[in-house]
């Protein structure tokens, strides 16, 4: 994509799996990249591999240094950092507040720090890695999906209330992916989500299908359109089909 030539972007959460490889794609296609994660030898190794630059830290807070890291100007944000929390209503608070802070939270404070200066000349670029339990669910991680259907909700607010001044946002949402996060995610991970997991570099196709259409909602598993429109169309049936599948997985775990 040559709109990517020198432009200067961050992802976050790019230690591995689809940070890394969103964080591979853009600079292949000539872009500045900051790599980031709170992993430092994660963050560095990957930098290191692509001619990046490494800023490591908690995804919250490293927006003004890797701003600075570009010169002082970011034209894509990546808000890839995420938190798998598995868990029902009982999960602790702190694992409520965890998945909030930085499935949401992280997201809303690069945008305060970057939309000043991406509305005041009229551009930029912010992604979101929501995940397709924030348009559904995802049995057995209450946590996880409350906070991704935040994430979802903060992205579609963005384009909404900025698009016209122009930015752009995007939101992407696979369902499995061969990550870490999927392997953290157990027996509901391999059961729901397992059988049609893809490759990173699967989602960065998406993604970038998705700029070149100018797309909001980015589905590397094209059928979550299916399932989202029945969510809505018949949500009694929806649900109906989602309990199933949550006491299949309950047999698995007794």
Same mark, same amino acid.
């Given at each position: 994509m040559s709109?990517?030539? !020198?432009? @200067?972007?961050?992802?976050?959460?790019?230690?591995? !799996? +689809? @940070?890394?490889?969103?964080a591979r794609r853009f600079a292949a296609e000539g872009a500045r990249v900051v790599v980031n994660d709170i992993d430092p030898t994660r963050t560095k190794a990957v930098a290191d591999e692509i001619g990046a630059t490494a800023v490591p830290g908690d995804a919250s807070e490293i927006v003004a240094a890797a701003r600075d890291a570009?010169?002082? /100007?970011?034209?894509?944000?990546?808000?890839?950092?995420? *938190?798998?929390?598995? !868990?029902?209503?009982?999960?602790?608070?702190?694992v409520w507040a965890a998945a909030w802070d930085v499935n949401v939270m992280a997201h809303v404070r690069a945008a305060r720090t970057l939309l000043p200066d991406w509305l005041e000349r009229g551009s930029g670029r912010f992604i979101s890695t929501v995940s397709a339990a924030g *348009?559904?669910?995802?049995? !057995?991680? &209450?946590?996880?999906?409350?906070?991704? $259907?935040? &994430?979802?909700?903060?992205?579609?607010?963005?384009?909404? /209330?900025?698009? $016209?001044r122009g930015l752009k946002v995007h939101a992407i949402c696979p369902q499995g992916v061969?990550? #870490?996060?999927?392997?953290?995610?157990?027996?509901?991970?391999?059961?729901?989500?397992g059988p049609t997991a893809i490759e990173p570099e699967d989602v960065a196709d998406a993604l970038f299908e998705g700029i070149e259409a100018d797309r909001f909602? +980015? *589905?590397? $598993?094209?059928?979550?359109?299916?399932?989202?429109?029945?969510? &809505?169309?018949?949500? #009694?049936?929806?649900l109906a089909g989602m309990s199933h599948i949550q006491q299949k997985w309950e047999g698995t775990v007794r």
């Open positions: 709109s990517m030539q !020198g432009a @200067g972007v961050v992802v976050t959460g790019a230690g591995g !799996g +689809i @940070g890394a490889a969103l570009l010169d002082g /100007t970011v034209d894509v944000y990546c808000a890839n950092a995420g *938190l798998a929390s598995p !868990g029902d209503a009982f999960a602790d608070e702190e *348009l559904l669910t995802m049995v !057995g991680a &209450a946590p996880y999906s409350v906070s991704k $259907h935040g &994430a979802y909700a903060f992205a579609e607010w963005l384009s909404l /209330t900025y698009g $016209h061969r990550t #870490d996060m999927l392997t953290a995610a157990g027996s509901a991970g391999e059961l729901v989500l909602l +980015i *589905l590397p $598993h094209p059928e979550v359109a299916g399932y989202y429109q029945a969510r &809505a169309a018949t949500p #009694d049936r929806w």
